[in-house]
């Protein structure tokens, strides 16, 4: 396969969706496609992949009509070839389907990997749990998010095994990874990608991991070191207001960056006033879960938060640590919880009126994990600010701050763009300043650099110090581990984990 | 150019379009052919078929939102008992067909106009709409309910809440006017034909007579009264007499008119409110 270069112009019947003309796919070479949410990643690699619908969106790629690049056998090869493991698993499965069967759809039959496969992505899983997993239906048996994610990665490493011994005369190859690890832990997501490069030190083939997630850069330089020739890191990035260009990100940008951070993190101290102090059990939905100060969960502890502190909790996915941040947000009734909030001692048995007339907007705040459900997508940017408790004239001031946050794109049209219009990133950072604005002194974060490209979550990163600096308490919770431990003291990391 | 495509483009816009040019068409061709009294009836009864349906949007849309407030309202604050009265009340309208229900208000308010309680068509219309709106207006409640649920499932209803904004001015604004008024605008136009359909059904079933407390002669003319005409009948029973004599058939046009008229307006108007909230939805992907 040669390098193929392409132009890809992507629009509804009304309006441009995306276009980028400097899209690369060069052969035997993995490739981490970084960039905000909703910028066009996934939508562009559709396209290139044959996989957009052309009754329901306009596309052109390198000047051909979508119909007739679907026709061409370069695009037919490269489909036989390959494989696209979508973003969110639960689209590409059937429920009516046993997994098992699933995983042996058409071609994927003769693959001869599966159970090497399967033993590496599910290495800590013991083999009955995994012959029970792979009987059931998607539905109504729900199978976890990881394990459908990794049931899609074992689909698409049967695919990538098949092309590497089948030999075919063309060797038109695209696998696509679209946030293949959004749904795994680092220890899982470490697996994937120990996987991923043992089978392409085996035969190279072409693929491309669409990301977010910034600190598989350090695990590819700490363990894979010895492929990084034929590992490119690119970012996608804004050019106009539907126009993207590709460009390559420096993975020594990041890892720098890293390294600043972590030197210059603020030590913990006593000195500012305890704002928010969480009991270190409490039950809820019939789960009874514990805070610890330590990665081995020994030392069970207060989760303590001062003024002016940046505090981080942690715990694999599904564990509750959105949970923790609604109950101290009063949005859940739990069983058995105990907190002091600005001096104030809550309980569960404490009314939830309280909530909105003592806590809500005016001493702490919450920003939502998911943007795009958080914010009112049919207002416009500056209508995501009405009805909001502000303090008098601090109207003035929001132009300001949406400046800070969206800096070189404020402009009239921006402040009266649809939500619904704006990028993953952009949504993210809104719903970020909705809660920052109101100057709360307790801030609780739920993965807030979700959906952030490099450069975004600088920004929001920067902002948060600023608030931290005036003596808001900050309680984050995210999956995003590398970055937090780098900027959060050890003393300030807390550990969540469900008791036995 | 464009605006001709824009308007033709989408098939709620053109049977709209075409709704009005046909009525319009049709006008023009009684004006030529209808008996001026026979014409007045036909328009009259049309316009007033028309207002009504109007009033039972207006009705039905007040109605709904306040239930739809009260019930969410009653459901936050943990008011359950009085929940629970308000449901079953709501259930109990609902668990009476439309159409029985529409006929006992109907009695009602002609019993009321005949005893010369009501007396002006300003008084008549309102009631006459209200008595319909109080069995369409469920639909109504369960879709803004339906809304509302599915928001606060989402981050979006919490979300807002947390940063202190009014609950009242989350389900009203953000909830019912800015994310569902499309929706809301597709249900009230499908209101709208289930008005004119009762309103036909009805006025026909009293002015034959299924009622007789009710004279409906005092009653200003509808389509549905109108259909029930002595002489509609007689325009629409000319019909039959295609099958024995294939020749008559102009002579529909131009000397059974009345009937013709109004049989065709309210069937016109309901397979055009048909296509109209079809294409509205799939316009806007409900």
Known sequence: MNQARFSVEIATETRPVV?????????????????????????????????????????????????????????RNLQENSFFVFQEPSSHLNPLVRLHEQLNEGSLSKATNEEDVLRRLWQSVPAETLERILRIYPKP????????????????????????????????NFFVFDEPTGSLDNVYRNLFLELLFDTFRKSPFTAMLITHDYSIISEIFQKHNDILSRVRFKELVRAGESRVSVRDFSPDHYLNWLRKASGSRVPAS??????????????????????????????????????????????????GKTTLAKL????????????????????????????????????????????DEALDLEATVKETFDGLPLEKGRNRSLKTDIAELFEGEIDSSFLNKKVKLLSGGQKQRLNLLRTLVLKTGVVILDEPLNALDFGSIQRVLAILERHRNRGAALLMISHNEEIFDALVDPALVYHLAELN | MKPIQHLFGHKDKRWALSWVLVVLVLFLWDLHFLNRPSLKLVVSGFINTMIISGLVILFTLVLGWVFTILLDAMQS???????????????????????????????????????????SKMQLFPLLAFAMALFIFPEVVDLMRERIDHYRK??????????????????????????????????LISVFGIAVFLQCSVDFIISVGLSTDVNPISLPPTLGSLLAHYDSKQDIQSIASLFSDVSYFPQLFTIHLQGVSVAFLIVFTLVSIYNISNGYAERNQL
């Open chain 2, 154 to 187: 989402l981050d979006f209803f919490n979300a807002m809440r947390v940063c202190g904004i009014r609950e009242s001015r989350i389900v009203n604004f953000n909830i019912l006017w800015r994310n569902s008024r499309i929706h809301i605008f597709n249900k």
């Open chain 1, 141 to 172: 048996y729900r199978p976890s998010g990881g394990e459908k994610q990794r049931l899609l990665l074992a689909m698409a490493f049967k695919k990538i095994g098949l092309f590497q011994s089948s030999n075919p005369e063309d060797r038109t």
């Open chain 1, 328 to 371: 101290i947000m009063g949005l859940y009734q739990a069983e058995e919880f105990e907190m002091k909030l600005l001096g104030k001692t809550m309980t569960h048995q404490t009314p939830p009126r309280m909530w909105p007339q003592k806590v809500w907007g005016k001493n702490a705040g919450m920003v939502f994990q998911h943007a």
């Open chain 1, 270 to 319: 006593s000195a500012g006033e305890v704002v928010l102090d969480v009991s270190p059990r409490f039950s809820i939905f019939g789960r009874k879960l514990g805070i610890y100060a330590d990665h081995a969960k020994t030392r069970p502890a207060r989760l303590t938060v001062r003024s002016g502190e940046m505090v981080y909790v942690k715990a694999p996915s599904g564990v």
């Open chain 2, 77 to 119: 604050r943990r008011r359950e008992k009085t929940h629970f009265v308000v449901t079953f009340l709501l259930n109990l309208v609902r668990s009476i067909p439309q159409i029985v229900g529409v006929l006992f208000g109907y009695v009602i308010v002609t019993t009321l106009h005949r005893q010369g309680i009501i007396s």
């Open chain 1, 19 to 75: 276009s980028v003309s400097d899209f690369v796919i060069e052969p035997d070479t993995i490739t981490f496609l970084f960039g905000e949410s909703g910028i066009g990643k996934s939508m562009i690699s559709k396209a290139i992949y044959g996989l957009i619908d052309p009754a329901r969106l306009r596309v052109s790629v390198n000047g051909r009509n979508y119909s007739e690049y679907l026709r061409r056998s370069w695009t």
